[in-house]
């Protein structure tokens, strides 16, 4: 197939626009949004939401691997809420809803957590109104 000088230089200049933005895609530090799901025996009763850095959970292939935040989440030292449920019996599952710059993923956190907390699920991390 031959192509013309003028379609040749749309594929040039389509080429250099693709190669820049992903250069500049890939210069964005990338979040996770993820819930840790706290179940004791048959009742799941807690919840909680959260933004961290992409790269500490990422797998071989380059996804977000939820069994690695599960990990990094059971080795927790310091004291939280999700250390004393843990420390209480309760299993915790890892769930990765979204990734994304920090803008988005926080906001995507916020928007989760109103809309876990209208449908009566027991946030942890809910924000009080003042």
């Known amino acids: 197939?031959?192509?013309?000088?003028?379609e040749l230089i749309i594929i040039i200049t389509l080429n250099l626009y693709i190669e820049?933005?992903?250069?500049?895609?890939?210069?964005?530090k990338q979040y996770v949004v993820y819930t840790r799901e706290?179940?004791?025996?048959?009742?799941?009763s807690k919840i909680g939401v959260f933004v961290d850095e992409a790269k500490?959970?990422?797998?071989a292939s380059g996804n977000v691997n939820g069994l690695k935040i599960k990990h990094a989440?059971?080795?927790m030292t310091r004291t939280t809420p999700t250390k004393s449920l843990l420390d209480k019996g309760?299993?915790?599952f890892c769930r990765v809803v979204a990734t994304n710059t920090l803008d988005k993923a926080l906001q995507t956190k916020d928007e989760l957590i109103d809309l876990l907390s209208s449908s009566g699920r027991t946030v942890i991390n809910n924000r009080v109104a003042a």
């Open 73 to 75: 989440t059971k080795k």
């Open 56 to 59: 500490k959970f990422v797998d």
């Open 20 to 28: 820049r933005v992903t250069k500049t895609m890939a210069r964005t």
């Open 90 to 92: 309760y299993s915790v």
């Open 1 to 6: 197939m031959t192509y013309s000088q003028s």
């Open 38 to 44: 706290f179940a004791k025996g048959n009742v799941k």
